[in-house]
């Protein structure tokens, strides 16, 4: 396509250096709306552009974590207790309230959701 850094970042509606980072991959969470102008811009699909962890944020945080939890027939709390999670911060999660970051779902989560 042969754009520059900077006119990607303005196409997508970021700071040239947040693109940068997006590029070297040192931010850990890719905004939805973000990922949905790149693909756009690039004509690729949106899966190429996501790791699993973002895969698991773009695909709906809550609702995989709602669906692992029921798959294996527990109820919030004890799923909490069983991760050793706070339940406030599990049921958080799992409403969409709260993002759980790339450190805990790599901890907890990378080899039990399904994607």
């Known amino acids: 396509m042969g754009l520059m850094q900077k006119e990607v970042a303005e196409r997508i509606g970021v700071s040239r250096e947040h693109y940068i980072d997006f590029e070297m991959g040192n931010v850990d969470y890719y905004p939805k709306e973000i990922v949905?102008?790149?693909?756009t811009l690039y004509h690729i699909p949106v899966d190429?552009?996501?790791?699993?962890?973002n895969r698991f944020q773009y695909?709906?945080?809550?609702?995989?974590?709602?669906e692992c939890r029921e798959k294996m027939g527990?109820?919030?709390?004890?799923f909490a207790r069983l991760?050793?999670?706070?339940?406030?911060?599990?049921?958080d999660w799992e409403a969409d309230k709260k993002r759980?970051?790339?450190?805990?779902?790599?901890?907890?989560?990378?080899?039990?959701?399904?994607?």
Request: net charge positive; glycine share 4%; charged share 35%.
């Open 48 to 53: 190429d552009l996501l790791d699993d962890y």
């Open 59 to 66: 695909k709906g945080q809550g609702e995989l974590l709602r």
């Open 36 to 39: 949905d102008r790149l693909a």
């Open 100 to 115: 759980m970051f790339k450190i805990t779902w790599n901890k907890y989560f990378r080899d039990i959701v399904d994607l």
């Open 83 to 91: 991760l050793h999670v706070h339940p406030n911060t599990y049921r």
């Open 74 to 78: 527990l109820k919030k709390k004890t």
